[in-house]
């Protein structure tokens, strides 16, 4: 498959059919400006740009009592929402889902310095402070508190150094 232009020679097609490019991958540690800016890290804005759509849907999170930001370019958010889309309307499930989740989602752009803004309401909801860390989720990032995301990980190695068939029992 023959691919014109520089921004697309460093790219590998998988028979999948995604692009190399499209999954973030990594964790980076940055820190928010007092306005509650963040700077993407440029693997991550490398994505973005990939995608040729550089703007991003923020939304809660939340996992083993710890809370943090979902972070997903627009295009991957708009493939969520039709697969919310598709679920029942009524069911007393998705609704909660659907108050949490898309309820506080925020749409923006990443400024021409490559950061974001993140809204003092979900700022609030994950208890960010300054030192914040991006990891990667795949086709999206999550933005934790630094703090949290360390009890986040080391429960985790936690969990796999007590239980090693953990992996095996999730299939990978």
């Avoid at 007092?34 to 923020?58: A, C, Q, T, Y």
């Amino acid at each position: 498959m023959a691919l014109s232009g520089k921004r697309w020679d460093k790219r590998l097609f998988f028979s999948c059919g995604y692009w190399l490019e499209t999954m973030f991958r990594g964790s980076f540690e940055h820190t928010l400006d007092n306005k509650g800016r963040l700077s993407i890290p440029s693997k991550f804005r490398d994505v973005l740009v990939g995608k040729g759509d550089e703007r991003i849907v923020m939304t809660n999170f939340v996992i083993d009592s710890q809370r943090c930001l979902d972070v997903y370019p627009i295009d991957a958010w708009l493939r969520f929402e039709e697969e919310v889309r598709k679920k029942p309307k009524f069911d007393p499930r998705m609704v909660r889902f659907q108050n949490y989740y898309l309820g506080s989602a925020c749409e923006c752009s990443v400024d021409t310095h490559g950061r974001i803004l993140i809204p003092p309401v979900l700022r609030k909801y994950a208890d960010l402070k300054r030192d914040v860390i991006l990891v990667s989720a795949l086709e999206k990032f999550r933005v934790w508190d630094r703090e949290a995301w360390k009890k986040i990980f080391v429960e985790a190695e936690d969990k796999l150094m007590q239980d090693p068939d953990f992996l095996g029992d999730l299939g990978l």
